[in-house]
């Protein structure tokens, strides 16, 4: 008898204590929603009038690694060497 009662009293305070918690993740949730529409608001950003380097890049043009042991000719839009993982300069 006092087993049954037992049981009823620890699932009801483990199940208030997960909608609780369940509650606070919720709120949670919705302020870092909140939280992350400010900050896009607010953030700095790029100048959108002015493109890059590698934008302003003529399409085709060969950019050689420069390593003197790879010097591999890049023909796409990238900021390493696809061979041995140097830095293009452009």
Request: proline fraction near 4%; aromatic fraction near 12%.
């Given at each position: ?5 037992l049981?009823v009293v ?8 997960a909608?609780?918690f ?5 709120v949670?949730c ?11 608001l ?6 959108v009038g002015?493109?890059s380097?590698?934008?302003?890049r ?8 420069p390593r003197?042991?790879?010097?591999k ?6 900021r390493?060497?696809s061979?041995?993982?140097?830095q293009l300069k452009?």
């Amino acid at each position: 008898m006092h087993g049954d009662l037992l049981l009823v009293v620890l699932i009801l305070v483990f199940g208030c204590a997960a909608f609780l918690f369940g509650l606070v993740y919720m709120v949670w949730c919705v302020v870092g929603t909140v939280g992350r529409a400010m900050w896009s608001l607010v953030r700095p950003r790029r100048h959108v009038g002015t493109p890059s380097c590698r934008e302003n890049r003529m399409f085709g043009r060969a950019v050689y690694c420069p390593r003197p042991n790879c010097r591999k000719a890049e023909y796409r839009n990238a900021r390493f060497c696809s061979q041995c993982g140097a830095q293009l300069k452009y």
